[in-house]
């Protein structure tokens, strides 16, 4: 009866009656947690979740290996994702880390490690004469800057290609023409890209935002020149709040980029975040890879993305994927790159940046392409041609990323700590970090990132509720239960979502998930069985200890 009962109930109950992991599964863990194995890479993402597996394009060709060796100007998951593709293809791997990262997951996993500096970012990643000292010191003859820090830094590609080692990316000329959004815009207009309308140069006054503000028309957004991670931005719906979001814009821009410059353009309201992947090599290919919704954002960072998006046509894809691919050709683009796009209601389409390096939610792409980005920025790097053609790239099934944080969900703030116990799912976790590790203040407190696929998006997204529930934390805040909660309700499950979600939704931050009826009374069943199973424990207990009372 009792097993019968336990077997009736959800999984995120019955997890709690169970071991929490057999010796097959801490087997699995650990193999997740080393990353030594295939457990992590984008090919078990494909061939343990659905039937069609990832093409390896590359192992397809007869071409040599891209280079003997890799540093990783970077920290945290992505290091470690590029070392396993890395080790895939023979490549030998270099790990930089600041003196609080010594023990970090990403310094284990590298073939070699060199200490770059104290904890503060900018005298350690972000120390270009640390990172090619370390180059030198080791003879690496690529980099790959994963994303952040030096990822779009013109001069930091500069300086490499002065000292003759490959910078796994886009050319200096391309990184700055896309840095500047004021140029990129330009840039972008002139090769036929839909622009968000706005003035296209720098707003130099109070007075001058005011007086293009109403020539736009409001809702207008003021945004840093230099910007992005939607630092330096502004929405303001009247004179007055120009007044105060002109002072407070220019003062983020000049700490955040030191560079006080800022654009103004109209605001789309109820817009959904939509991106398109590129791939493009010197041998004039470029294609794209299909689109990435990434409208559930907080404080205008993702949070939870998909692909493809549920909002696409596909015209409309097209049209996104062959603008982006123009945008890409106007500065003689190489590598892996992704053009972001705000699109309206109406499916309007309009040009918000290009990020000049690989994403942080490049996963899906990979899950329902079967393209190793990270093996296509390689080979060119290295000269070689894309191992794929834009007729190669279809849409299989549907992928979903969560990014786990350690954060207080009720007010999104980071909560450095302990990783006192960390149990993953078995499906693909890009981490950075392990059991015991330290979640530090001095980074982005992100832990993992949890990568389901499914034939379809309820598949792609019941799998991923199955993996958040099962995924274990103790020691420092985190932001489960509002992902959790996010994937079951009924606007993201309809897909009537927008950039304005988790304002929308939870205007408060998270309190914690409201039981329904039912689940009270699943709640009420495991609790029966937690308190059954304590009594015969004790009964157990009692029974043994009182047979062992001698006879008087």
Aim: include cysteine.
């Amino acid at each position: 009866m009792a097993s019968r009962a336990l077997r009736s109930l959800p999984r995120q109950w019955r997890c709690l009656l169970q071991p929490v992991a057999s010796q097959q599964s801490r087997r699995n863990l650990s193999s997740v947690l080393t990353g030594r194995t295939t457990v992590r890479s984008g090919q078990r993402c494909a061939s343990r979740l659905f039937s069609a597996p990832v093409r390896n394009f590359s192992a397809q060709t007869t071409d040599a290996k891209p280079f003997e060796k890799v540093l990783v100007a970077n920290r945290g998951e992505i290091a470690c994702r590029v070392f396993r593709t890395c080790r895939e293809l023979g490549i030998k791997t270099v790990a930089v880390y600041s003196q609080a990262d010594m023990n970090a997951l990403h310094v284990r996993e590298a073939d070699e490690a060199v200490c770059i500096g104290p904890a503060p970012s900018n005298q350690s990643y972000l120390n270009i004469d640390a990172v090619i000292g370390a180059v030198k010191a080791t003879g690496a003859n690529a980099v790959h800057p994963g994303y952040g820090f030096l990822s779009e830094n013109k001069e930091f590609a500069q300086r490499l290609a002065d000292e003759g080692v490959a910078f796994i990316g886009p050319k200096a000329f391309a990184i700055h023409a896309m840095g500047d959004k004021i140029e990129s815009k330009r840039i972008a207009k002139e090769a036929g890209v839909n622009v968000i309308p706005g003035f296209d140069g720098v707003v130099e006054t109070t007075e001058d935002a005011i007086r293009l503000a109403n020539e736009i028309g409001y809702p207008v957004m003021l945004k840093a020149s230099s910007g992005g991670g939607g630092k330096g931005m502004r929405v303001v719906y009247d004179d007055e709040q120009v007044k105060e979001g002109f002072d407070l814009a220019t003062a983020e821009a000049i700490s955040s980029f030191n560079d006080h410059r800022l654009l103004i353009e109209k605001f789309i309201e109820e817009p959904r975040h939509i991106e398109i992947q590129l791939l493009a090599d010197t041998h004039g290919n470029c294609i794209y890879l299909n689109e990435r919704e990434c409208s559930i954002q907080r404080r205008n960072q993702k949070v939870i993305e998909e692909a493809p998006s549920t909002f696409l046509t596909p015209e409309t894809r097209k049209a996104m994927g062959e603008q982006a691919v123009a945008l890409a050709r106007a500065v003689d683009y190489c590598s892996a790159g992704t053009v972001e796009f705000l699109v309206d209601t109406k499916r309007n389409f309009y040009f918000l940046e290009m990020n000049t390096r690989l994403q942080v939610e490049h996963p899906i792409t990979e899950c329902i392409t079967g393209v190793d980005l990270v093996s296509e920025m390689l080979r060119v790097a290295a000269g070689m041609p894309l191992t794929v053609t834009q007729d190669d790239i279809g849409i299989n099934g549907w992928a979903v990323e969560c990014r786990v944080y350690a954060e207080d969900p009720k007010r999104f703030l980071p909560s450095p700590g302990h990783l006192r116990l960390c149990r993953e799912p078995e499906v693909r976790v890009d981490t950075g970090v392990k059991e015991g590790s330290t979640i530090s203040m001095f980074y982005d407190p992100m832990i993992s990132k949890v990568v389901t696929h499914g034939a379809t998006r309820d598949e792609a997204i019941s799998t991923m509720i199955d993996a958040l529930d099962s995924y274990v934390i103790r020691g420092v805040k985190h932001n489960l239960s509002i992902l959790r909660d996010v994937l079951h309700h009924e606007r993201f499950r309809s897909g009537r979502i927008s950039t304005n979600f988790l304002v929308e939704e939870y205007p408060k931050g998270f309190d914690g998930h409201l039981l329904t009826e039912e689940e009270t009374q699943e709640l009420a069943v495991t609790a029966a069985l937690l308190e059954a199973r304590r009594l015969q424990r004790v009964n157990v207990s009692l029974h043994r200890d009182y047979h062992k009372i001698p006879d008087l």
